[in-house]
């Protein structure tokens, strides 16, 4: 069975590999942090920014919107809670971290 088979024997190889020029690769490593600072970053920073902003500029009457999807207009607002009050006589307290969004005034009208 072995006359069927033939051996195989090593070529002469590809030829080694040469090393690649390091400034090229600092350049790609620094695009890639580009990349991520300008599209990924960047952004988020700037979405924090804007929902401190809103947070501490809320006031007694605005009408709002919980991460949760509670509707309900500001009673009381202290530190790092809020009294929300979401129908006639019921008030509920949640962190100020919770308000998603401030709505238009007269959104609310039934409260």
């Not at 009457?61 to 949760?68: L, S």
């Not at 019921?90 to 238009?104: D, F, G, M, T, W």
Request: net charge positive; glycine share 10%; hydrophobic share 45%.
């Amino acid at each position: 069975m072995r006359y069927l088979i033939s051996d195989a024997y090593a070529a002469g190889g590809a030829p080694a590999p040469q090393g690649s020029d390091p400034i090229v690769t600092i350049v790609i490593f620094g695009a890639i942090i580009a990349f991520f600072w300008f599209f990924l970053i960047r952004p988020q920073q700037k979405r924090q920014k804007e929902h401190q902003k809103m947070l501490t500029a809320l006031n007694k009457g605005d009408e709002v919107v919980t991460n949760g999807g509670v509707l309900g207009r500001v009673k009381d607002v202290g530190d790092h809670f809020l009294t929300l009050e979401i129908a006639q006589g019921v008030e509920i307290r949640v962190q100020k971290q919770a308000v998603s969004a401030v709505l238009p005034k007269g959104t609310l009208k039934n409260l």
